[in-house]
């Protein structure tokens, strides 16, 4: 069913390749409106479904992936413009590999955990966000010396990264541990 929450998410998807095209040109300003506005429909559609209690299992689904692809190839965008630096984008999309690669160990190995955020992964997510909006920030006025606070937070984001990835790492190991996958069972398809 498609709700506001839901047609908010669809919205930020759909502001995904927009975003990129407007980073392609180097058109930052516009790029951080939008930007800014894909950070707040993301909570503005989270306040709606618990308000309008209209959380369905497409917004579930929908919602960290428009989190992800924004964020992902913002990363990839503003590293490959030389505004990030590489070691950052490795860190971000390694976290996020071994994230989803667990995962799809665990679905076809034992049983899928449900997927919540720890809370380490939600102050990563808001590092990557103000990392991405700081960097954007910065090529829109290179006037403004933003420089020595974007290289804190860069390595802030780098150290959340890595704590939230070996986090995540952990507990799906305890969770294997916990739900080993029944003997006679063969793999699903």
Not at 11 to 22: G, M, Q, S
Not at 32 to 38: I, M, N
Not at 74 to 100: E, N, Y
Request: charged share 15%; with cysteine.
């Amino acid at each position: 069913m498609l709700t506001l929450p839901n047609f908010l998410t669809l919205l930020r998807i759909l502001a995904v390749p927009v975003f990129l095209i407007l980073l392609n040109y180097e058109r930052y300003g516009p790029a951080l409106v939008l930007f800014l506005a894909a950070a707040v429909t993301d909570t503005i559609d989270g306040v709606l479904a618990r308000l309008m209690d209209s959380k369905t299992d497409l917004g579930a689904a929908l919602d960290p992936l428009a989190d992800k692809l924004l964020v992902v190839s913002a990363f990839v965008s503003l590293t490959l413009l030389g505004v990030l630096p590489a070691w950052l984008f490795i860190l971000v999309v390694t976290r996020d590999t071994v994230i989803l690669g667990g995962y799809l160990a665990l679905y076809f190995f034992s049983t899928a955990p449900t997927l919540k955020p720890s809370m380490i992964s939600k102050v990563n997510t808001f590092f990557e966000m103000m990392t991405i909006g700081l960097a954007l920030a910065t090529e829109t006025r290179p006037d403004i010396p933003v420089d020595p606070f974007l290289v804190a937070v860069c390595w802030a984001t780098g150290a959340t990264a890595a704590m939230s990835g070996t986090h995540y790492v952990y507990t799906g190991l305890l969770w294997f541990q916990r739900n080993p996958p029944p003997n006679d069972a063969p793999p699903k398809a």
